[in-house]
């Protein structure tokens, strides 16, 4: 049963420091997206990378949030620093064509 | 005004019951459409696809109206364990997906 694996599931720590957050895509899928969720927002779309290749990060704040796949198996979500602003559920997903699957999540709470 | 717009709920109805969402688009451009469905912090999974000449499975059967711009999503016999988040979706490209902010649903025995 092939899943999107995110680690860490939970993470808090002060504000102004490095948060890195890793994904597993599911092996065969060529689309990697990261996802913030809060109540307030909702789901909404950070960045898209299809083929490894970065194509669309408008939904990024550009000046202390970073996404990258160094390889097929690995994408990456940095925020440095980290502002009590940044706190919510950040999901990954890959997929092939339209359909998306989901990761657990990693809870960042920021303080 | 948001894209994809839904009614947040809780929708509260006894284990039986039909139950009915609607959600509405801003964008005509759009594509197409699905309900994800999300447990209490847990991550969103696809329920169903929804086409223009709606379709059912099992319980569920979504249909859309692009004159008027919006998505049902229709549940027959509730149980308990359809208590959730449904998450109505609509998709402008091959892969940017716009979620509206969900319909909570509780289903009381």
């Known amino acids: 049963d092939a899943r999107v694996t995110q680690t860490p599931r939970h993470k808090v720590t002060e504000m102004g420091q490095e948060v890195t957050m890793r994904c597993q895509p599911i092996l065969g899928h060529n689309t990697v997206f990261w996802y913030r969720q809060t109540m307030m927002q909702g789901l909404e779309l950070l960045a898209y990378f299809r083929n490894r290749a970065p194509l669309d990060d408008s939904g990024m704040p550009k000046d202390r949030f970073s996404a990258e796949m160094p390889d097929a198996t690995l994408a990456t979500l940095k925020i440095q620093p980290s502002e009590p602003r940044d706190s919510a559920v950040y999901f990954c997903a890959s997929g092939l064509d339209s359909e998306q699957f989901f990761g657990p999540g990693t809870r960042l709470t920021v303080l | ?86 998450l109505c979706v609509g998709s402008y490209s091959s892969y940017k997906l716009i979620f509206g902010s969900g319909t909570r649903l509780l289903v009381r025995p």
């Open chain 2, 1 to 86: 005004r948001k894209e994809v717009e839904q009614d947040p709920g809780p929708f509260n109805v006894p284990e039986g019951a039909t139950v009915a969402f609607n959600c509405t688009y801003s964008n005509s451009a759009s594509q197409s459409f699905f309900w994800y469905r999300q447990d209490c912090r847990k991550e969103p999974k696809l329920l169903m696809s929804v086409y223009s000449s709606g379709n059912e499975d099992g319980r569920f059967t979504a249909q859309l109206n692009r004159a008027s711009q919006y998505i049902s999503l229709l549940i027959r016999d509730s149980k308990l364990s359809d208590s959730a988040t449904y």
